[in-house]
């Protein structure tokens, strides 16, 4: 059975590592949830010169274009409003298997630890986190203070995964691209979704 992974773009910079997660999940046959704020709908202009509308339903029809959904496969892609307090994962009976914040602010990651959820994005991950579902944190802030730091580490301790877009250059990359790949290979890893975006360290002595 493929795997239902929720994902929320927020306002940090970082909407490539967003966007290319989602391409590659619904590439592996995953059935998205996906949510975004309103400042990722600016973040995503200046980065990508994407345009996210604010109603659901164009935001999946043009998403679903763009990830060449068709047919019975653009049912795979869901878009939530950030404020649809009936959306399934707003439930610990319908949680996803996984949730990704990617990019994740700092003010997201502080309200997710606070447990103060304000809107469906951080409700999911108090979802995610109460039912025992794996939560990665993509947090793009640089530098941290000791006030991020001490959020992640409550989170850290309380079961998700905290995982800085920081991209390795052992794999030789030649392109934005392969920086992006870096990082989203990561976060495929810990949902345990099967992809092909780089070599593994130490393959080419297989």
Same mark, same amino acid.
């Given at each position: 059975?493929?795997?239902?992974?929720?994902?929320?773009?927020?306002?940090?910079?970082?909407?490539?590592?967003?966007?290319?997660?989602?391409?590659?999940?619904?590439?592996?046959?995953?059935?998205?949830?996906?949510?975004?704020?309103?400042a990722a709908?600016? %973040?995503? $202009?200046?980065?990508?010169? #994407? =345009? &996210?509308?604010?109603?659901?339903?164009?935001?999946?029809r043009l998403?679903? *274009?763009?990830?060449?959904?068709?047919?019975?496969?653009?049912?795979?892609?869901?878009?939530?409003?950030?404020?649809?307090?009936?959306?399934?994962?707003?439930?610990?009976?319908?949680?996803?298997?996984?949730?990704?914040?990617?990019?994740?602010?700092?003010?997201?990651?502080?309200?997710?630890?606070?447990?103060?959820?304000?809107?469906?994005?951080?409700?999911?991950?108090?979802? %995610?986190? $109460?039912?025992?579902?794996? #939560? =990665? &944190?993509?947090?793009?802030?640089?530098?941290?203070?000791?006030?991020?730091? *001490?959020?992640?580490?409550?989170?850290?301790?309380?079961?998700?995964?905290?995982?800085?877009?920081?991209?390795?250059?052992?794999?030789?990359?030649?392109?934005?691209?392969?920086?992006?790949?870096?990082?989203?290979?990561?976060?495929?890893?810990?949902?345990?979704?099967?992809?092909?975006?780089?070599?593994?360290?130490?393959?080419?002595?297989?």
């Amino acid at each position: 059975m493929n795997k239902t992974v929720a994902v929320a773009w927020t306002g940090a910079s970082g909407l490539p590592y967003g966007l290319r997660l989602v391409e590659c999940l619904l590439a592996a046959g995953c059935r998205v949830w996906l949510m975004y704020s309103q400042a990722a709908q600016i %973040v995503a $202009k200046q980065e990508t010169d #994407l =345009v &996210l509308p604010a109603q659901p339903r164009e935001a999946q029809r043009l998403l679903a *274009e763009r990830f060449g959904l068709v047919g019975e496969g653009a049912g795979r892609l869901q878009v939530f409003d950030r404020n649809d307090w009936n959306a399934p994962p707003a439930s610990g009976s319908n949680p996803p298997d996984a949730y990704v914040i990617c990019p994740c602010t700092m003010g997201t990651l502080a309200e997710v630890a606070a447990g103060t959820a304000k809107d469906l994005i951080t409700r999911v991950a108090d979802v %995610v986190l $109460k039912e025992g579902k794996t #939560l =990665v &944190l993509v947090p793009r802030e640089t530098p941290f203070s000791a006030i991020h730091l *001490e959020n992640m580490l409550r989170l850290s301790r309380a079961g998700a995964v905290i995982l800085p877009p920081n991209p390795g250059f052992y794999h030789r990359p030649t392109d934005i691209g392969g920086l992006v790949d870096f990082v989203v290979a990561r976060i495929l890893d810990r949902l345990g979704v099967a992809h092909a975006l780089m070599p593994r360290w130490g393959s080419e002595r297989e």
